[in-house]
């Protein structure tokens, strides 16, 4: 039976241990700061170009949180179990009276919680920056965007995790988890573009391959909060707006959820079948 | 109290624990004792459940597999391997894991940092500690909900000499104390001065239980014994242990003599009966 109370002090150990760790500080300053270089060349364009600087900020903001944000969650989540595994303290942790699944939703909360720091800091400053520099447009896209974010922070999250429960080493964690990123991240719309001249797929089929990355997921979801219409997206999204309709955002928010929760799951069997080492 | 039943334990082809079946009583010391790789370390990490095994293990009438998490609230475990996290503080490391044990608020964590002298190392930070300090310290967390039973993996193994004698001290108080404890070594030294029992194992086998004064007779080993004696003691004490049957030989300012398990008093009271005057000796 699951001790919440273990849980809880298990989240305050991995937030205080994020805070501290190097990789996740120079994260967040770097997204912090490549999201407010983003915002001030967004409201210094708006001047001239009189386009409303949060919905330029949100554009430009969407390709960032495509290269940074799954790169957080993904080495993030790998480095958790096999680090601690890797120098001992996953089963001195685990010689206590406390049991796997506790472990591993203590660890996945409390990572999930610190991404959530450094994504509202980032997107704290950047917003605050558009305020000062008094930037018009809709703040609830923008909040949106944020909590987009966080799901995907999260379901990249849930995938280092899955990585981590499997490998032994850190280093082949890392490794995979860069190597999985690479994939979602570079080869996901390639990929696509290639299989579909190749397979001759319909347009219908094409959408539903992109679904199958959580990073395609969010983009879409991402561009619809920010135009209502996926035109920008060619065929599939053209396709995709009119089958879906209003069934389609929470089928994106509803996927992105899928991808937080199923890997996650399925990381708890492993560890439950592997055992500590 | 603990009731280890054809425990077997395999990594895919390979199996670092065959078929182990022991008891240990309450307030007893075993010590499981083997070469590197017989299997100690599995065992240990069995009975936390660690892995997945074959067989049964009951402590305190809790299935070990089962009510894993019952059963570790029973046991406090000193790992072979310094395991904490280096950049908490020595009180920061305390309280985590006297939080994960449920020990009560308001404990007084004073007496258990006096009795193993952790006290002007509190605010240290544990990565800052020597390897006797960080034992000390997994002893301390060990014995933070004062457990019944103490498990220890060759508790000692990163210690110098030093440490380790400070160390065993610890243990012999504890055990006198009632605990019940079970450790592996490979120290035999470490195994004579704790154990009630000893299990020997080998290639994961259990091979002899026994308590460590007949485990030499059990194994048949002999032991040598260099006794240095004065020069006109050297003749008549060869002539003597040669007469009883003892292979006996001189080396350097003394006689070298090989003694079955269980007999090296009898050498001693031989030589003491014949006159002859022992300055010092050696055990090998």
Redesign the interface.
Same mark, same amino acid.
């Given at each position: 039976m699951m001790d919440f109370? !273990?849980v809880f002090?298990l989240i305050q150990?991995e937030l205080r241990?994020a805070f501290?760790n190097r990789w996740f500080i120079l994260y967040t300053v770097a997204f912090a700061i490549l999201s407010m270089t983003l915002a001030w060349f967004s409201v210094s364009g708006a001047g001239s170009f009189g386009v409303a600087g949060f919905g330029r900020t949100t554009a430009g903001l969407i390709n960032l949180i495509l290269l940074i944000v799954p790169l957080m969650g993904l080495s993030l989540g790998a480095l958790s179990l096999a680090g601690e595994r890797e120098?001992? !303290?996953l089963?001195?942790? &685990?010689?206590?009276?406390?049991?796997g699944a506790e472990l591993l939703l203590g660890k996945y909360i409390g990572l999930a919680l610190a991404l959530a720091a450094a994504l509202v800091i980032g997107f704290g400053l950047t917003g605050l920056l558009m305020v000062i520099a008094g930037s018009g447009g809709d703040f609830l896209i923008y909040v949106t965007l944020l909590a987009l974010s966080l799901l995907l922070a999260v379901a990249s999250l849930s995938l280092g995790l899955l990585i981590s429960a499997t490998v032994k080493r850190a280093a082949t964690a890392v490794g995979l988890a860069l190597f999985l990123w690479l994939i979602l991240v570079y080869f996901g719309d390639l990929g696509l573009m290639g299989t579909s001249v190749v397979m001759n797929l319909k347009v219908g089929q094409l959408f539903g391959l992109a679904l199958i990355n959580p990073l395609q997921v969010f983009k879409i979801a991402a561009v619809l909060d920010l135009r209502d219409n996926l035109e920008v997206l060619g065929p599939a999204g053209i396709y995709a707006f009119r089958t879906y309709g209003a069934a389609l955002w929470p089928l994106l928010v509803g996927l992105l959820v899928v991808w937080a929760v199923v890997p996650f799951l399925l990381a708890t069997q492993v560890f439950k079948?592997?055992?500590? &080492? | 109290m603990i009731q280890v039943t054809n425990l077997t334990k395999r990594f895919g082809r390979f199996t670092a624990v065959d078929n182990l079946t022991f008891t240990v009583e309450s307030g007893e010391a075993v010590a499981f004792w083997g070469a590197n790789g017989a299997g100690k370390t599995t065992a240990v990490?069995c009975l936390?459940n *660690? *892995? %997945?095994y074959e067989g049964e293990i009951v402590i305190n009438g809790l299935d070990a597999r089962k009510q894993? =998490?019952?059963v570790?609230?029973l046991?406090g *475990?000193v %790992?072979q391997?310094?395991?904490?996290?280096h950049?908490m503080s020595v009180a920061e490391t305390l309280v *985590?894991?006297a939080?994960? =044990? =449920?020990v009560p608020d308001g404990f007084d964590f004073e007496p258990l940092l006096t009795k193993l002298r952790l006290t002007d190392h509190i605010d240290k930070k544990v990565g800052e500690l020597s390897g006797g300090l960080k034992q000390r310290l997994a002893l301390a967390v060990a014995l933070l909900s004062d457990p019944p039973i103490l498990v220890l993996d060759e508790p000692t193994a990163s210690l110098d000499i030093r440490a380790r004698e400070e160390f065993l001290l610890l243990l012999r108080e504890l055990k006198q104390a009632g605990k019940t404890m079970i450790f592996s070594s490979h120290h035999l030294e470490e195994i004579t001065a704790l154990a009630d029992r000893v299990l020997l194992l080998e290639a994961g086998r259990l091979v002899v239980d026994a308590p460590p004064d007949q485990l030499e007779r059990r194994l048949g080993w002999e032991t040598t014994l260099h006794l240095y004696l004065p020069e006109t003691g050297i003749e008549p004490a060869m002539t003597t242990l040669a007469g009883l049957g003892m292979p006996v030989s001189r080396n350097g300012r003394g006689i070298r003599v090989q003694v079955a398990p269980g007999a090296k008093g009898r050498v001693f009271r031989v030589l003491q009966d014949a006159g002859v005057a022992v300055e010092d000796f050696a055990v090998e």
């Amino acid at each position: 039976m699951m001790d919440f109370e !273990t849980v809880f002090i298990l989240i305050q150990k991995e937030l205080r241990d994020a805070f501290r760790n190097r990789w996740f500080i120079l994260y967040t300053v770097a997204f912090a700061i490549l999201s407010m270089t983003l915002a001030w060349f967004s409201v210094s364009g708006a001047g001239s170009f009189g386009v409303a600087g949060f919905g330029r900020t949100t554009a430009g903001l969407i390709n960032l949180i495509l290269l940074i944000v799954p790169l957080m969650g993904l080495s993030l989540g790998a480095l958790s179990l096999a680090g601690e595994r890797e120098n001992g !303290t996953l089963a001195y942790m &685990l010689a206590q009276p406390i049991n796997g699944a506790e472990l591993l939703l203590g660890k996945y909360i409390g990572l999930a919680l610190a991404l959530a720091a450094a994504l509202v800091i980032g997107f704290g400053l950047t917003g605050l920056l558009m305020v000062i520099a008094g930037s018009g447009g809709d703040f609830l896209i923008y909040v949106t965007l944020l909590a987009l974010s966080l799901l995907l922070a999260v379901a990249s999250l849930s995938l280092g995790l899955l990585i981590s429960a499997t490998v032994k080493r850190a280093a082949t964690a890392v490794g995979l988890a860069l190597f999985l990123w690479l994939i979602l991240v570079y080869f996901g719309d390639l990929g696509l573009m290639g299989t579909s001249v190749v397979m001759n797929l319909k347009v219908g089929q094409l959408f539903g391959l992109a679904l199958i990355n959580p990073l395609q997921v969010f983009k879409i979801a991402a561009v619809l909060d920010l135009r209502d219409n996926l035109e920008v997206l060619g065929p599939a999204g053209i396709y995709a707006f009119r089958t879906y309709g209003a069934a389609l955002w929470p089928l994106l928010v509803g996927l992105l959820v899928v991808w937080a929760v199923v890997p996650f799951l399925l990381a708890t069997q492993v560890f439950k079948k592997k055992g500590v &080492l | 109290m603990i009731q280890v039943t054809n425990l077997t334990k395999r990594f895919g082809r390979f199996t670092a624990v065959d078929n182990l079946t022991f008891t240990v009583e309450s307030g007893e010391a075993v010590a499981f004792w083997g070469a590197n790789g017989a299997g100690k370390t599995t065992a240990v990490r069995c009975l936390l459940n *660690f *892995f %997945p095994y074959e067989g049964e293990i009951v402590i305190n009438g809790l299935d070990a597999r089962k009510q894993s =998490k019952h059963v570790r609230r029973l046991i406090g *475990f000193v %790992p072979q391997e310094l395991s904490f996290h280096h950049d908490m503080s020595v009180a920061e490391t305390l309280v *985590f894991y006297a939080r994960l =044990k =449920k020990v009560p608020d308001g404990f007084d964590f004073e007496p258990l940092l006096t009795k193993l002298r952790l006290t002007d190392h509190i605010d240290k930070k544990v990565g800052e500690l020597s390897g006797g300090l960080k034992q000390r310290l997994a002893l301390a967390v060990a014995l933070l909900s004062d457990p019944p039973i103490l498990v220890l993996d060759e508790p000692t193994a990163s210690l110098d000499i030093r440490a380790r004698e400070e160390f065993l001290l610890l243990l012999r108080e504890l055990k006198q104390a009632g605990k019940t404890m079970i450790f592996s070594s490979h120290h035999l030294e470490e195994i004579t001065a704790l154990a009630d029992r000893v299990l020997l194992l080998e290639a994961g086998r259990l091979v002899v239980d026994a308590p460590p004064d007949q485990l030499e007779r059990r194994l048949g080993w002999e032991t040598t014994l260099h006794l240095y004696l004065p020069e006109t003691g050297i003749e008549p004490a060869m002539t003597t242990l040669a007469g009883l049957g003892m292979p006996v030989s001189r080396n350097g300012r003394g006689i070298r003599v090989q003694v079955a398990p269980g007999a090296k008093g009898r050498v001693f009271r031989v030589l003491q009966d014949a006159g002859v005057a022992v300055e010092d000796f050696a055990v090998e």
